[in-house]
């Protein structure tokens, strides 16, 4: 009986954990997937930031350049893609390289946008 009860509440407390909006829907961050190359990375990064991602913080001296990786640019530039087309399907895919999360990938003063 208590390993029961203890399930419950585990189950209860990973839904209660979810990132939710103010609409009660989940909310949802497409980052880098961790397993690509960096070479795969770089072209999606640079697809994204020519077909309308926002790539300014991700700049020398801006919010997001830290730490100043490939997966981690990419990261921000295919949510800021995603965020904004994910009314469209594959906004999300940039051939593979990328992955939905609903743990907001945010950190420091970057702030990863999120659009409901």
């Known amino acids: 009986m208590p390993s029961a009860v203890m399930k419950i509440l585990l189950a ?6 979810l990132s939710r909006n103010s609409e009660g829907q989940f909310a949802d961050w497409c980052i880098a997937d961790e397993q690509t190359p960096d070479d795969e990375l770089q072209r999606a990064l640079g697809w ?8 300014s913080k991700i700049q020398e001296n801006q919010a997001c350049h830290i730490p100043n990786t490939v997966k981690d640019h ?10 904004k087309f994910k009314h469209k399907e594959g906004s999300c895919y940039f ?8 743990e ?10 999120y659009l409901p």
């Open 12 to 17: 209860l407390i990973f839904f209660l954990s």
């Open 48 to 55: 994204a930031c020519s077909n309308g991602a926002e790539c």
């Open 74 to 83: 990419a990261s921000y530039a295919f949510n800021s893609y995603y965020q």
């Open 95 to 102: 051939n593979s390289a990328a992955i939905l999360t609903a």
């Open 104 to 113: 907001n990938p945010s950190h420091g003063s970057c702030k990863f946008e």
